[in-house]
């Protein structure tokens, strides 16, 4: 594995050290680029290149307020539909840059606003639309 990161102009970089490291050091084999376009490029021609993004922030993040949060399943169930959507989007669209974020944006706005609990507060309230069966006495 080769570990990317920013140089020493980044505010990334700066961020990261103070509040992922705790002030400590990025170890001697991270290697260290201008800017992430550069860091992007360097982990998309390196089979065992590896950096951190906001990409990963926003797949973070999402996945648990589309699925539902402060359930045991939202999140899984929010994962689930995150990464199928991801991969839905490459395949329909192929490489449009940037299209993938408005398709999530819109996704997001669309979960906020008609399911704030997420996709399993929805299930969990579509369930008593449905008639509990009969109960013998």
Known sequence: MQPYGRDEN??????FKEHVLLK????????????QF???EAVASDPAGIAYGPWLSVDALLAPIIGGIGTVYGPLL??????????ATKLITGDVAGLDLVIY???L???????PRGIAG???RGSS???AGRRHA
């Open 10 to 15: 980044s505010g990334t970089r700066a961020f």
């Open 78 to 87: 929010g994962a689930l539909v995150v990464k199928s959507l991801g991969e």
């Open 109 to 115: 706005i669309l979960v906020v606003a008609f399911a």
């Open 129 to 131: 639309f449905w008639p």
């Open 105 to 107: 944006g819109s996704v």
């Open 122 to 124: 929805l299930m969990k």
């Open 24 to 35: 400590g050091e990025y170890r001697p084999e991270v290697k260290a680029l201008a800017d």
């Open 38 to 40: 550069a860091t992007v």
